[in-house]
């Protein structure tokens, strides 16, 4: 029972997170003072927070199950994820798995060749987006977000344009476009 309560009210968070990042889009307000102190004290924007909510030490995402049949050892990847790489799924996610609904979240961690050192972790979160206006309903509505080890969003590459890899992340969305059953997951490909 203590468990659902602490579900339900995670889940809620997310959601409000996602509030607070729409918004801060429409308004596009500056960060008052970029700079000025850590990125972990000053980053209020979504995937600040989003980081900390996956990180939390009571939800942390490294200690949720595998996703889709796979194990929680590493696998070897291919490019543009890891050599090697892990998969990470909530609950909600795993209830699901051939048809992720709202509210799932996948998290892929990215080692290099060496199968220890963390590059980058990858998420997927489904959203609905909020107040009645949808997140991307022509790609499923999935939001990605692309971090360093220490949890600073990524950027693309300079010859990719030095771009934020958070939010409706083109790249991200053409290349899991081409995943089995249109829904933008490749892992759940072969489930039957
Ligand atoms: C060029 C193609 C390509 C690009 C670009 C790409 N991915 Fe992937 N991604 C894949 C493939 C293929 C898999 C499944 C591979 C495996 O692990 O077996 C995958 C798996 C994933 C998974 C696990 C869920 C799933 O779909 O199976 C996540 C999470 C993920 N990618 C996030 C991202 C994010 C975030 C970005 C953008 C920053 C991104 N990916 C860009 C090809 C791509």
Request: glycine share 8%; net charge positive.
């Amino acid at each position: 029972m203590r468990k659902i309560v602490t579900f339900t009210t995670t889940f809620i968070v997310t959601g409000v997170l996602l509030t607070l990042q729409v918004s801060a889009q429409s308004t596009s307000q500056p960060n008052a003072n970029p700079g000025s102190a850590t990125p972990q004290q000053v980053d209020n924007t979504f995937e600040g927070r989003f980081w900390q909510y996956l990180t939390a030490s009571t939800f942390r995402y490294d200690e949720w199950a595998p996703f889709a049949g796979r194990s929680d050892e590493l696998y070897k990847g291919q490019s543009p994820h890891g050599a090697f790489v892990r998969v990470f799924a909530n609950k909600m996610a795993r209830q699901n798995s051939k048809q992720p609904p709202y509210g799932s979240i996948l998290i892929k961690e990215n080692y290099g060749a060496d199968g220890k050192t963390l590059m980058a972790i990858t998420v997927m979160y489904r959203t609905r987006g909020q107040n009645g206006q949808p997140w991307d309903p022509e790609n499923r509505d999935w939001y990605y977000v692309k971090y360093t080890p220490s949890g600073q969003v990524a950027s693309s590459p300079p010859e990719m344009g030095s771009k934020r890899l958070a939010g409706r992340v083109q790249s991200c969305i053409d290349c899991h476009s081409g995943a089995g059953g249109k829904d933008f997951v490749y892992l759940n490909d072969d489930l039957k």
